[in-house]
Nanobody, 131 residues
Framework: QVQLVESGGGLVQAGDSLRLSCAASGRTFSTYTMGWFRQAPGKEREFVAAISSSGGSTDYTDSVKGRFTISRDLAKNTLYLRMNSLKPEDTAVYYC????????????????????????WGQGTQVTVSS
């Protein structure tokens, strides 16, 4: 089992950057595929990005490609999401999640159900982008 705690959210202006962190407990962090999801008010949870257990593969939803970067530090048991050129439509609660089931990209193939693949979730961190 792994416990996940997100941090780094906040209120920023359009065009600004933020880096989210997700600290994982336990010694099995390196075995999980990790992902970031987000949920805006009144909308369903959305896949944002994923990274393989080794960090060698990544996948992104189209709306964040070229702006967001997912990474992981295995020595620190930490997952990151670097978000550049933020837009008001990026406003949401961002969640990190862990999947025991291995790499399953492209996650867009799951048509909004990618979250069902993940076994463990953090509590979320709010990101608000003002125009």
């Amino acid at each position: 089992q792994v416990q996940l705690v997100e941090s780094g959210g906040g209120l920023v202006q359009a065009g600004d950057s933020l880096r989210l962190s997700c600290a994982a407990s336990g010694r099995t962090f390196s075995t999980y595929t990790m992902g970031w999801f987000r949920q805006a008010p009144g909308k369903e949870r959305e896949f944002v990005a994923a990274i393989s257990s080794s960090g060698g593969s990544t996948d992104y939803t189209d709306s964040v490609k070229g702006r967001f970067t997912i990474s992981r530090d295995l020595a620190k048991n930490t997952l990151y999401l670097r978000m550049n050129s933020l837009k008001p439509e990026d406003t949401a609660v961002y969640y990190c999640a862990a999947d025991r089931g291995g790499w399953r990209a492209p996650y867009s193939d799951y048509a909004g159900s990618a979250g069902r693949l993940y076994d463990y979730w953090g509590q979320g961190t709010q990101v608000t982008v003002s125009s």
